[in-house]
């Protein structure tokens, strides 16, 4: 693969992370005030919410690492080898664990909506949850073909 296409990606995954870190500096605050002004005798909610959102970074963080790892696998003609096939599990499990964790803040958003009467808070909770649940199984697909592309190809290299 030509070395231009991976240094493109690998500018999209970082451009990808900033504003999810934009996201967490500036919004994450603004959020979790919010709850604890819309429940003040709950203050433990605004705790919660950081927790929540800020634990959901981590594994997102973590696969756009996986991914950068894996556009340098490519780069180095080892696109079809057991460290991408590594990279693209921990992907999954990532994604999974970041569809979970979204899981776990939904009574969270759910407070926060009905106290805001704002039910969109709900639709977008569940759209994130929808998108790295699509994500997880993509990548579990890719993972396993290219499983089935490095079992064949060494098949190959044992009969020449």
Do not use: H
């Amino acid at each position: 693969m030509e070395r231009g296409t991976t240094l493109f990606l690998k500018a999209a995954v970082i451009l990808i992370g900033l504003p999810f870190l934009a996201l967490c500096i500036f919004v994450v605050p603004e959020i979790a005030s919010f709850t604890a002004e819309l429940y003040p005798d709950y203050t433990y909610l605004k705790f919660l919410v950081f927790i929540d959102l800020y634990a959901s970074a981590l594994p997102f963080y973590f696969a756009l690492y996986q991914a950068y790892k894996l556009l340098n696998y490519i780069d180095r003609n080892k696109a079809f080898s057991l460290l991408s096939v590594r990279a693209l599990k921990l992907i999954k499990y990532c994604a999974v664990a970041f569809s979970g964790l979204y899981v776990v803040g939904m009574p969270l958003f759910y407070l926060i909506a009905e106290k805001d009467d704002a039910p969109g808070i709900i639709v977008i909770g569940m759209v994130i949850i929808f998108a790295s649940l699509v994500i997880a199984v993509f990548v579990a697909v890719l993972q396993k073909l290219l499983k089935e592309a490095i079992d064949i190809k060494s098949e190959n290299d044992l009969t020449v």
